[in-house]
């Protein structure tokens, strides 16, 4: 009998995220399944707070739940719904020794009656959630390591390691259609929520970013905060110069997982520089900084801090916060010669 392999638009050889984990998990042998299972519960989860996301506006689910997360943000109902969501639909698969959210100050241990696994997950439940109500695109974003510690309940050191020891990470985002991106270190791939089957199918195959773009994506309101350098470059895309796309266009959503999403299939550069106000920028390593990062480099991108790779960060604590430059490769490295005051 033939293989039947996927073909892109034939809807008779839908490649679904189980089919895609399953022969993934069949070109490693060495693989366990332990991963593939983890990705699997973590795609279920996506869909049932995709649900949520989708009614807020007709459940009440929206307005402001009691209680401020670590970053002192007012966190709506819905931030609480997804990570609650998360935590139950991932602590009991076994497959998780630990693990940390934004909207948990401590790491979030594994409860006693379920077994432990060998990865960690660090998550963002629903980024961009000031966007909520204002109906804009939003998204869960997750980043995966191995267990480092001994024991098989696992401790902040299993959570708190560099990014390149990622063994995964990506988003999904809540914009007009539910999409998750996701890499396991052999390239990006994206698949798109069916709905009316609820899978998540094969959509943005081997994902790779230009090495250039047109686009840049930064809070402009925070302009007389930034290093002279750095405001020097957002003043040269702004410059016309038809030889090389410039004037750039201004793109800015407010909503990490979008604005990273539109960089990594049109180009340019989105950043969230830090500046006299607040040296470290506002963006978290662990669960924001460092999953995207991984995701851009294995798109083909950079991702640095201004000058070091954010994957090579070494982090001190799991909330810490990263400037973020990242995009098209030549993109974010004319951006550092700016700020190093090399131009
Ligand atoms: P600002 C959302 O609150 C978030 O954490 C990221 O998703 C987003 O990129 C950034 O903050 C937006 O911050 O200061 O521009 O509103």
Redesign the pocket.
Known sequence: MSHRSYIPGDETRLMTIQRYIAQEERMHPEATGEFSTLLRNLALAAKIVSREVRRAGLVNILGRATTTNVSGDDVKKLDVFANAMIINALESGGQLCVMASEENETVIPIPEEFPCGKYAMLFDPL??S?NIEANVTIGTVFSIFRRVSGGCRGTDEDVVQPGIKQVAAGYIMYGSSTIMVFTTGNGVQGFTLDPTIGSFLLSHENMRIPKKGNIYSV?EGNRLFWDEGFRRYIEYLQASDSTDGRPYKSRYV???VA?VHRTILYGGIFA?PGDRQNPQG??RLMY?ANPMAFLVEKAGGRATDGSRRILEIVPTDVHQRVPVFLGSFEDVTLAEEFIAGKH
């Open positions: 980024d961009g000031s809070n407010g909503s990490m604005d969230y506002k963006l924001e």
